[in-house]
């Protein structure tokens, strides 16, 4: 039973790899979104690029290593993207659209960013999300997540 265990589940076994999707949901039960997780630096850096699409209720959470003012861009970036700074408790801060390849800086006003969630162009729109709204992660919460993912 235990190989078993091991062989569908290896993400609760190593370390550093505890941790690869995460459902969000909002207030509303169609305010759901499955979103990759990332924290590495590499994979920070490389977000979306080369990507050629991605699903409609999907997306990548960008959990940076400390509550900063943030800064992206769309380099190497081919799908037409929104983005929703988040503080460290999930709330959103600020929302953009982002179009594909624009190397143009995309600075966050605030200095209390702990998440960015990218997701396709009009997500949040489409699903009645604006600034001030909260975004949970679904079975787990903020701290736990971070805990697990700092925590190697």
Avoid: C
């Amino acid at each position: 039973m235990l190989i078993i265990f091991i062989f569908f589940f290896p993400w609760l076994i190593k370390g550093e790899e505890s941790v690869r999707t995460v459902t969000l949901v909002g207030k509303l039960p169609y305010q759901r979104l499955l979103a990759e997780v990332v924290w590495k630096s590499e994979d920070l850096r490389r977000g979306l690029m080369y990507r050629e699409k991605l699903p409609e209720d999907r997306g990548m959470l960008f959990v940076l290593p400390y509550e900063q003012k943030a800064v992206f861009w769309m380099k190497n970036t081919r799908i037409p993207l929104s983005i929703a700074f988040m503080d460290k408790t999930g709330m959103i801060l600020e929302i953009y659209s982002m179009k594909p390849f624009d190397l143009t800086p995309l600075p966050s006003r605030s200095s209390s960013v702990k998440f960015a969630l990218e997701v396709n162009e009009g997500w949040f729109q489409r699903h009645k999300i604006t600034a001030g709204d909260q975004l949970n992660p679904l079975d787990i919460s903020w701290d736990k997540l971070l805990n697990l993912l700092t925590s190697n």
